[in-house]
């Protein structure tokens, strides 16, 4: 027993003689000493992530006149919630003042399909590209990947072109196509990452069991997707929520986006900035996907732990 | 304020719908894509719409913050076929493009209905007439080059009189910093940098060098001492700036005049919406200085409306409506009283403007005072690129002979 | 459908590299110049200064939000209490657009305003924290706020990561004598292979598209210290009407990045060929 | 070789109580089985020992050292994990040798426990390969070899063969008895599964709801079980059991029910004659010992044949109570036809009806 050999009283209780039980190194103490470092580190970290936040929230509770006098850290002596509600319904860009508010419902009517359509078809490839593959179709997806390399910007002409000539410029279906065609190289990675985690068995039966592509997809793997699909919704959410330009060339003026509206509020070249109300105009967007992951955070991830854990 | 111009609108709008009511054809619906966002901008593009309601039209507002993007838009909605009634663009060459690929609509007849020839500064004429067409209605002027400065400050300082040279504005600049103040506010971002060099160029090359340089991009003028002199004096002034400046925003540097932290400032007269945001006046609280001398030019630089090509009958009657309206005497004065900037034409009241715009509006009386700015005489990418090389001059260390021959190379480019 | 998305990147690639062969400005026009928007845009101070503030960004970014993603989940792994809110706390950043986050980020950094006038006030007159105004540090000043926000969702993905790993696993190595940093490090690092490489290409797409940050942080500046492409290639695209340049910056941007990645491919195929013949 | 000596155990997870007060002697070099349903506490057991799970009061004692509170790896212990918890990333010798590397062994030291380690295990023509190119019984040896290499005072194995199909079960079964008996190390072997813990342990330990319900060697828990649980746990098909009540007979105990009476043998049961007379009790008699001829006392209707290839179970109604026997022999035996039988007095169990104890 050369592990234990060199302690005394191991010996000789290997040589059989009774001894008084003698605790080992108490490990109590050094456990606390390391929740303290966890917890500090944890806490150093949070405080780092929260200081934005801080001055955001300390900085839409000043008056204007506060906020020149240029006390960043400084708590308001005078809270004033008035940029908020001048944020959220009473800011002008340009002849309305109706605040930020205008353009929720259009996101929210943007956000949703936005959502299922992605990921609908992320799965149709991913699945696709994982159990019925070939040569080409890593091809194809290594050219989809590198299309998630070029700034998107450089893309809006010749897409503007496309969509007039399919009478979809300026409309709803025309800002979901946009944000399918943008989104599919990310979704179609995790749908492919995610099936391909799962035993080729399975699908294997299947096939002798005589299903077809899409009864396979269908009967078989969309039931078994769920956790990554909340994935997918999580990134889509935010991505789409947060989108800003895709949203102003290629939705139209009635379906334009509350991004729209809180770039308008926000920024300005030779305007005066209202910084309060910019720094709650921008909380209260942010306030949608936050929720989001507030409420599936868990399912998050969870989600993605089902879709990382082969090797 | 907010109430006053809700019941304009209200009453614009009633008369409106009276007007409608009135006439059988269909209201002239104009959608409008401008980039005026912020509170003073959303108020004085609100006195186009209400000028145009009374007029009978209906005026649909598409605001998009920031010029590059609404002009973006603006583009791309042509491309897709689904064009705005008029789009905002500035007083330059940024629409020459589309005036070329003929998918603009010219507006000859309020032109000559309403003798712009007679009124319009040189320089706007020249800009929004191509071969003889007018493609373009000018809504204001702005000067980007004024020279801002803090009373208070001043007086901190011991500053008595106004700098009448370049030379007593630096020697401010000292005082200032002797007493502990930051002696020029500037916000270190490129089209800052830019305002300062024009601010320089102006009082210090003069007018002649300044056409020589932008609009004639003459090497040899490029090249000359005076010029050199021109960016030395330019470098000089970045000595007085604080560390914070880079990237600062022109509204933070402007705070820094309103609480008196600043001395000296130089910005287009926009400034004047922070000050007055923070309740200062003109003359009392702060001063303006529009440029050295008596025979200092005057910068245009200034937003136009242009009319995106249409067949439809209801629309070119509604494009037609809306040059007219915004370049009438009275919306005139409303838009740049809110705006901060001074009307397009002279010929109008300006008792109630304040007093740094009257001062504007009587050098703008002196035809040989006007001057486009960059913009007028440049394309947008050479423009660009000479932004590039001064912002770089800026902020770095450079000889400043590799500065003029980097000039002159860029605006070699076509 | 992968094949007509496919026509429309490989259209507007194409498109893109028809057009940076022309002397396009505002419209595309189809006229051939050669390569001469190439030696333009090398020719030009400021693009070649933004693509090397792109490597030193790229590298930094990646490395620091990795690390500090991993860490995060690593220490919010070790049964924490408050689980939840913390990971909302370090998630936040990328749920906000960077249109107020950049400012704020801005107003912070700022010798004048920021963090080090309020150190100094507390006591500490030499304290220094003035990147964002140094021409050589200022690309750092991004990096910071960069990591700021993609933290969390590297956080995110690494932490769904571990508790995808097997408890006895964690069991086996205690029983082993392995100490845990040793287990994160050699076992359970490893073993999260796709979840790195996940997170790996979507901050990759990130880097080479950063824009936001930048424009909002710093506008370029001081200067161009802190240009990077995309800004450069958005410049060019909307304000200065060039299309034909921009379409050039973005095809050489791409090029880069193939030149990047082909390599790392052709090995990880060649790798994955070998397990399948074992 | 180490004994290891469990005293007044306590484990609670939160509020929840799994294990209270808990004294458990493992002698040095016996082979010891924790046996158990899901949830009997016996992985709980298992893993407090290794230190995997923290103790809130009591001991533990592992070869003379109070190891409550050290670490798994200053134990002395090895341990085998259902799931064989192999690093996936590395090859089988890594996976053996990783925790040898970490502490610091000396590198020929390394070497010479794995090639040990990997001949006993029939594992050298696999030091190269990596788990995931491994069949199931090869990982679990792969596992083994991992405990192997840290000479283990004593192994611990929680439900190592619970993953494989029942053909490598036995097979490894018997290479784990034999590994023990050349290792002779103690091994505490946790299980839900009465053949391994028949076939393996030295001693049995039955648990249920965090308690030790026996201990003893199998056969001895197998023939004399402790209560009514120990009784009906182990056995396949089960114990059979009748309700009746305990009297006092002319010579000794009789068990009397409604459908039976049964003289009991009276060296192994006496009646407490100062208590009242009569005792409620149930009577339990293994299927084995159920003798099935022409003259036994007994009779009843069969319900069913199953045989068992070796043998044949039958399933027997007597007087609507449904008893299982077992039968060695091929003789005729019909479904629905009456047979006559007879118990085993020497060798039926009797537990209290209200406390489930053995009497």
Known sequence: MPRMGTHPSQQRADAGIAVAPRPMRRRARRIDVARVGIYAFLIAAALFFLTPLYIMVVTSLKSMDEIRQGFLFALPEHFTIEPWRAAWSEVCTGVSCDGIRTGFWNSVMIVVPSVIFPILIGAINGYALSFWRTRAADWLFAMLLLGAFIPAQVMIYPLVKVLAAASLFSSLPGIVVIHVIFSMPVMTLLFRNYYASLPQELFKAARIDGGGFWRIFLQLMLPMSTPIMIVGAIMQVTGVWNDYIFGLVFAGRENLPMTVQLNNVINTTTGERLYNVNMAATILTSLVPLLVYFVSGRWFVRGIAAGAVKG | MKTFSLVASTLALALATQANAQSTAAPFKAEVIHWWTSGGESAAVKTLADGYRASGGVWVDNAVALGEQARSVAINRIVGGNPPTAAQFNTSKQFLDLVEQGMLNPIDEVAAREGWEKFLPETVLNVIRVKGHYYAAPVNIHMPAWIWYSKAAFKKAGITAEPKTMDELFVALDKLRAAGLVPLAHGGQSWQDNIVFTAVLINVGGRELYLKILRDRDAKAIQSDAFKNVLTTYKRLQGYVDKGSPGRNWNDATAMLITGKAGVQFMGDWAKGEFSQAGQTAGKDFGCIPGFGANSPYVIQGDVFVFPKTKDPAAIKAQLAIAGVITAPATQVAFNIKKGSIPIRTDVDASKMDVCAQQGLAIMKDKSRHLGNGEIYLSPDQNGALSDILTAYWNRNVPVEKVQKDIASALKQR | ?278 | MSGVNVKNLGIRFGSNAVIEHLDLAVNPGEFLVLLGPSGCGKSTLLHSIAGLIDVAEGSIEIGGNDVTEAEPNERGIGMVFQSYALYPTMTVERNMSFGLRVSGTPKPAIEERVKRAARMLQLEPLLQRKPSQLSGGQRQRVAIGRALVRDANVFLLDEPLSNLDAKLRTELRRELKLLHNSLGATMIYVTHDQVEAMTLATRVVVMRGGKIQQIGAPVAVYERPENLFVAGFLGAPGMNFLKGELTEGDSGAVFTSTAVKVPLDPATFKVDTHRSGRRAVVLGIRPEDIRIHEDGELSGTVQLVEPMGNHRVVWINMNGISLSAVLHDDRDIRTDSTIRYSFDVRRVSCFDEATEQRL
């Not at chain 3, 989940?73 to 107020?100: C, H, N, W």
């Not at chain 3, 991004?142 to 993905?157: E, F, K, N, R, S």
């Not at chain 3, 161009?224 to 009407?241: E, N, Y």
Request: with cysteine; glycine share 8%.
């Open chain 3, 1 to 278: 459908m992968v094949l007509t998305v496919l026509v429309g990147y490989l259209g507007t690639t194409l498109w893109s590299i028809r057009v940076s062969l022309s002397s396009s400005r505002t419209f595309p026009q189809y006229d051939f110049v050669g390569l001469q928007q190439y030696e333009r845009l090398f020719d030009n101070e400021r693009w070649l200064m933004s693509l090397q503030n792109l490597a030193v960004y790229g590298v930094l970014f990646l490395l620091a939000c990795m690390v500090i993603g991993f860490l995060l989940a690593v220490f919010i792994d070790q049964k924490v209490r408050g689980e939840g809110v913390l990971r909302t706390i370090f998630l936040y950043p990328y749920a906000m657009s960077f249109v107020a986050t950049g400012l704020v980020w801005q107003w912070l950094l700022n010798p004048e305003s920021g963090l080090q006038q309020a150190v100094r006030q507390v006591g500490f007159a030499e304290f220094a924290f003035d990147w964002i105004v140094d021409q050589d540090r200022v690309i750092y000043t991004i990096v910071i706020a960069a990591v700021w926000q993609g933290a969390g969702l590297v956080m995110a993905l690494m932490l769904a990561g571990l508790r995808g790993i097997d408890d006895d696993i964690w069991k086996a190595a205690r029983v082993d004598g392995i100490p845990p940093w040793r287990v994160y490090l050699s076992i359970v690092l490893p073993m999260m292979g796709p979840t790195v490489a996940t997170v790996f290409i979507l901050l990759f797409t990130g880097v080479v598209k950063v824009f936001d940050v930048v424009v909002s942080m710093t506008q370029g500046g001081p200067g161009t210290a802190s240009d990077v492409p995309a800004k450069f290639i958005m410049d060019h695209l909307f304000g200065r009407a060039n299309i034909a340049i921009a379409s050039a910056g973005s095809i050489v941007l791409l090029l880069t990045v193939i030149a990047l990645v082909v390599p790392f491919m052709v090995v990880r195929s060649r790798a994955g060929a070998r397990r399948n013949d074992a």
